[in-house]
Structures are given as C-alpha cells and as structure tokens.
C-alpha cells in the first residue's frame, strides 16, 4: 500500500462516469489536480441495469492511461453469469487488476434479480471464473444496509462476501465513528478480518448530502443536521462548517488506526483537496 506521506496513510478516490463531453473534460482536470494525493487507486461507479457501463470502462481506461492504478465497480443485479463473464474478460484484456464487486440498485421498474441475488454470489463467480487475478473490493455498511434484515443479518452478509473472496472492503459514508469501530470489531469477531476502508464524503451543500444520507441509511446526527439546515443558501458557511467537520473525522479515524481512506470525491477536487491538506498539517 502506497501510504500519502504527509497525511500518513493510504489514499484512494472515487469518480462515477461523466454523461457529457463538458464533464468529461472537466473531469479530466479534476483528475489531474487529485492525483498531486498520490492514491493507491481510483475507483469509477457503475450504473446497475445498465446506465453508465460503457462510461465506467472507458473512464477506467482514461485513468490507466494516465499511470494511475484504476478499478471499476461492477455490480450484479439484473445481469446473466454470461454478460458478467464477457465483462470479467473485458476487464482482464484492459489490464485491470482490481474490481470494486456489488450487488448494485435495480432502477425502479426494471425486472427480477437475474442469476446473482447478492454480492457474495457475485464475489464468488469472480474468484471461480478468474481466480485470483482481481483484487476484490466490497461494500461494507457500519449503519447497516436498508434492506438488511437486521444489524446481525448485515454483518453475516458481509463476512459471506469476505468468506467468498473479498480482498478489503470500503465502507457507505458515514459521520458516527462509533458505529465504523463497532462495525469492524464484530466483522473481525466473524473471522471477516480484511481491511474495511471508511467511505468518506466530502460535505458542501446541505440539500443534497441530506437526501443522499436518508437514501443509503446513513446517519447525519442531529446537531450537524441542524447545523446545515440553519445556514440556508449560505454555501460559504456549509463549505466551511463541512471542510471542519470531515477533516475532524478523517482525524480521529487516523488517531484509531484506520488503514485507509477513500474519498467520494463526486467528480470534484477542491473539498478533497483542502481536507487532505489540513489532515497533512496537523
Ligand atoms: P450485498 O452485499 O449483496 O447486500 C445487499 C443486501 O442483501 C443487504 O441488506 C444484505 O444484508 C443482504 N444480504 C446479502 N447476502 C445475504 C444473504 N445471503 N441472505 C440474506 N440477506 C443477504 N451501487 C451502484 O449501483 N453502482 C456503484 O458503483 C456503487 N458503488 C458503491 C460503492 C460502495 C463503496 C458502496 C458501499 C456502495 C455502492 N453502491 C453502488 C451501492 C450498492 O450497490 C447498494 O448499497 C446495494 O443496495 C447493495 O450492494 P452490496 O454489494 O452491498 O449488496
């Protein structure tokens, strides 16, 4: 693992893929300014049910093409163990060697599961049809999936996905540190004992990581909650009340021991930028 040295760990940053030739450029340039970070690697989100897949693999390309090291995720609902092992070997001919592995979102109205229920199946298929030729990356969920049965059902899904060949993982975002170290306690209690990486989001409109948090199940506590909707239109203020909170907890997440961090960088490079040079001056 390539460790930041400033900052003193690990780093790696996730892009989705831009829609228009206008983001693409600019997504070209934010790149070019993230990489200053030194990342272990780059991550590209991938639409389930076929929004954004070509997207996916040609922004992974660009990335490789830039020297970086680059890996797309790749998500399984929906899709046959046919078009997932064209893509796996899609994936091998590019040069990738690590994917992030999901079960992914159905878009409303779009049919059954396919031939893969969950993640682990998919993780599992991976390992069978390419063995260990991709380093596996999973999600992990401190707060618990949406859909979980409960917290102790999530925590047996996820140690099924390490048990099928998950490498490391990184976790949905997340703003209770308590809820991360619970998280990662109980997986290494189940033998789950690989790197689960905190999933961080910058934060820089209100609206938008509010909606975002409710949909993935992730909690935003009540003060910081309150905080962001007292500001209003006054983005100066939630940017500067956002840099100060995520740096605090990329911070203590250091301090604990964490063995990397992942940005959520949403195609942006100035929130990221700034958190990684306060972490690296303090
Ligand atoms: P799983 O691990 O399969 O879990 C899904 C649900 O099924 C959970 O509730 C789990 O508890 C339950 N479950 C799992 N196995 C079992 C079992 N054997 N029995 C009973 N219940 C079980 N989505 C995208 O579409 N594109 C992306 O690029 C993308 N990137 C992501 C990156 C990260 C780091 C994370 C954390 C999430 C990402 N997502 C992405 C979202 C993800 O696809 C959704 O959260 C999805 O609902 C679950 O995917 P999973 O791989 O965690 O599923």
Known sequence: M??????GLPLSLEFF???????????TAVRQQ????????????????????????????????????AAPHFSCIGASR?????????????GIKRIVALRGDL??????????????????????????HFHIEVGAYPEMHPQARSPQDDLTAFATKVKAGANSAITQMFFNTDAYFRFVDEAYALGADIHIVPGIMPITNSSGIIRFADNCGAEIPRWMRLRLQS???????????GLDVITDLCDQLRTAGVPALHFYTMNQSAAVLEICQRLGGR
């Open 17 to 27: 893929p831009p829609k228009t030739e206008e983001g693409a450029t600019k997504l």
């Open 107 to 132: 878009p409303s109205g779009y049919g059954g599961f396919g031939e893969f229920r969950y993640a682990s199946d998919l993780v599992a298929f991976i390992r069978e049809e390419t063995g260990s």
């Open 231 to 241: 500001f209003g239109d006054d983005t100066a203020s939630i940017k500067a009340f």
């Open 34 to 69: 993230l990489y200053a970070l030194q990342p272990e690697f780059c991550s590209v989100t991938y639409g389930a049910g076929g929004s954004t897949q070509d997207g996916t693999l040609q922004t992974v390309q660009a990335i490789m093409a830039e020297g970086q090291e």
């Open 2 to 7: 390539s460790t930041h040295p400033a900052i």
């Open 82 to 94: 046919a078009s997932i092992r064209d893509k796996l070997a899609q994936f091998q001919a590019a």
